[in-house]
């Protein structure tokens, strides 16, 4: 397990008040000032996505708008699917047959399962000056955003939460927090991936000490997250440190915060990629290259709930200087996660039969 030290003070699952959000992206996205004529006339460039990425209220639709501004006569069509496993799953099963010319959306967890296929094509992307809270120099895959999983609570149900994981397992209250499931979850496994590298051989352990303080365990984050917690139904949720900044920015309320554990919290870095099989590969890193620009990046913050890996011309929104800053960032090497997360998995399942 590799420990990083912080440099920074996050998804995109935030539908509600659509319009105003969609109003807010579109102010702080500057017109596209780069216009490459008919280079790439009447071209198509197909990317497989996430749900949320595409979405009214998600970074998709301001992003389509800019890139085919810049590259003229250019189409740029989403492929929207249920998850990262999702993104992955589909081009792996279609292989060189893959309609797909690009694929948003992996993780960094990813990297080696990803590698792996030999599917993807070098990116043609300069990433030395991303600001990240790691260093990065894979010439494959092309980082756009990222996030720490964190646990947010309603601060009018819960004034003085657990701060780190020890006192969580003591707490008296049972049934406190919603988590998702690490088999259909990109946040449950990144639950699963921080209790592990805080614990070590003793993750069993303590996810069976865990059980009493779980309400629920879903199958995917809006459940969790919509459904459940923002209905009162559990004081804490698993989700993002950076996901009260879009409370306080679009909903105007500071009821939802994360709390900072004293253990530091794992990092999710999502990622870009071009995939081999592409007739349009020129187009496909012109679009990586534009995925990393000002303008894109400019619709992070509130269309992904996450930190941009730009510095924004005209910064982050204000409510992203009140978000917690982790005492140290938490990542396995994907190699790693690679090689036993399917014993992690199983681990997770007899520490908790009841789910």
Not at 175 to 185: A, F, Y
Not at 212 to 224: C, M
């Amino acid at each position: 397990m590799i420990m990083f030290h912080s440099r920074y003070n996050l998804r995109k699952y935030y539908p509600s008040n659509a319009q105003t959000r969609l109003s807010i992206l579109t102010a702080m996205l500057a017109t596209s000032s780069l216009i490459f004529g008919n280079a790439y006339a009447s071209a198509t460039l197909t990317v497989y996505t996430d749900e949320s990425f595409t979405a009214d209220w998600g970074p998709g639709p301001i992003i389509k708008e800019g890139f085919e501004k810049q590259c003229g006569d250019c189409t740029l069509n989403f492929v929207a699917l249920d998850s990262s496993a999702g993104i992955l799953n589909r081009v792996q099963l279609e292989g060189k047959n893959t309609k797909a010319d690009v694929i948003v959306g992996l993780n960094a967890n990813q990297i080696a399962i990803a590698e792996d296929s030999g599917l993807l094509a070098p990116s043609g992307v300069d990433t030395s000056d991303l600001q990240l809270p790691i260093e990065w120099d894979s010439d494959t895959f092309v980082p756009y955003d990222f996030g720490y999983f964190a646990f947010i609570y309603d601060t009018e149900a819960l004034s003085a939460p657990p701060t780190n994981f020890e006192e969580l397992i003591a707490s008296p209250d049972e049934g406190m927090i919603i988590i998702q499931d690490p088999r259909t979850s990109t946040t449950g496994f990144g639950l699963l991936l921080w209790l592990k590298s805080i614990y070590g051989d003793e993750a069993a352990a303590k996810w069976e000490a865990l059980q009493p303080r779980i309400l629920t365990v879903t199958k995917g984050f809006s459940e969790a997250y919509f459904s459940l917690f923002l209905n009162g139904e559990a004081p804490m949720v698993l989700s993002y440190s950076t996901s009260p900044g879009y409370h306080m920015e679009v909903d105007k309320t500071e009821r939802y915060q994360a709390v900072a554990f004293d253990e530091g919290h794992y990092l999710q870095v999502e990622l870009a990629a071009l995939l081999k099989s592409s007739p349009n590969k020129e187009l496909g890193q012109e679009f990586l290259r534009y995925l990393i620009d000002q303008d894109a990046q400019a619709t992070i913050p509130l269309g992904n709930v996450m930190y941009p890996v730009v510095e924004l011309e005209d910064g982050l929104p204000e409510s992203f200087s009140k978000l917690i800053e982790p005492a140290s960032t938490r990542l396995f090497s994907s190699e790693e996660v690679r090689d036993n997360r399917r014993a992690w998995i199983d681990e997770w399942l007899e520490s908790s039969s009841g789910w």
